[in-house]
């Protein structure tokens, strides 16, 4: 039996990666990104991520939401530029913690590859606070399981985030997190470092979209965004996708596509062998 084509809608660069190693585990897979990500635009909202950088030893912990979030973050900090004046997300090897990083700040991370992010930038692993590798889910209740026995009372904790341009995507998961910070006694505050949109697909990719409505392709989403985003493609107003199989990272992903009326909807970690194992059981029940 031959398994599906995957179609990855994470952002470009995350997309890529991600058909890579699908491709490398012998599986059929190409990219879709649903979610573009760029620079923060206004010179408002530049002061506001270098004032949180000035801020930063009044601060307990810092929370990324992502590994765009920790690239964003670090790149604009002007010692870390003048110090490392290569992209951060590629550098490997650094040997110390950033300039600027008080040494006390915990930086948490929802899961390994906000982590990945963050060593890359040159955080010691010591310094970071993140689910387990084996925790059920990577995402905000899974990281308050380790950090919430802590005692934030009169904490100051920041969020590093991005800005959601229009009216797609979901925080609630960061909301959530806020909340349990707030009735633990501490301070939340928000920054964002990047901006999040929705694509312009081609007329290829609208044609491939509407093909994967039918065809047995599976569409692997890691975020509810990124199915707002496709379903607010005008061209593709009016699809039915009661055909369209989807594979979910997280459960409220799948509560969503089962809304827009996917007809198959598998749940799984997202970790590449957790992927695999549930695509051979889509095509075991779902052929």
Same mark, same amino acid.
């Given at each position: ?13 995350? &997309? ?8 490398? &585990? ?217 055909? &369209? ?8 992903? &799948? ?33």
């Amino acid at each position: 039996m031959t398994a599906p084509r995957v179609i990855v809608t994470r952002p470009a660069r995350d &997309a890529s990666h991600w058909v890579h190693q699908l491709q490398q &585990a012998g599986l059929q897979a190409e990219a879709l990104p649903l979610i573009d990500i760029a620079p923060v635009a206004s010179a408002e909202q530049v002061q506001a991520l270098r004032q949180a950088w000035q801020a930063l030893p009044a601060y307990a912990a810092c929370m990324f939401v992502s590994g765009h979030a920790v690239e964003h973050f670090f790149k604009e900090n002007p010692a870390l530029a003048q110090a490392v004046p290569t992209q951060l997300a590629i550098n490997k090897v650094a040997s110390k913690a950033p300039p600027g990083l008080p040494p006390a700040l915990r930086l948490l991370a929802p899961g390994p590859g906000t982590v990945a992010a963050l060593r890359a930038a040159g955080v010691a692993a010591t310094q970071i606070d993140a689910p387990a590798l084996d925790a059920p889910q990577f995402d905000s209740e899974s990281l308050w399981q380790v950090i919430g026995p802590r005692d934030w009372r009169g904490k100051r904790v920041l969020v590093v985030r991005g800005h959601t341009v229009g009216a797609a995507g979901s925080s609630s998961g960061r909301d959530w997190l806020a909340r349990q910070w707030q009735a633990a006694g501490a301070t939340v505050e928000f920054v964002g470092v990047y901006q999040r949109c929705a694509p312009q697909l081609s007329p290829g990719q609208l044609e491939r979209a509407r093909a994967a409505s039918v065809d047995g392709s599976l569409w692997l989403f890691s975020s509810s965004e990124a199915l707002a985003n496709l379903l607010q493609q005008p061209a593709l107003q009016g699809t039915d996708w009661r055909g &369209a199989r989807a594979l979910a990272t997280h459960p409220r992903i &799948a509560d969503a596509l089962r809304a827009a009326g996917w007809g198959v909807v598998v749940e799984s970690r997202p970790a590449l062998a957790d992927i695999r194992a549930r695509l051979a059981s889509i095509e075991s029940h779902y052929p």
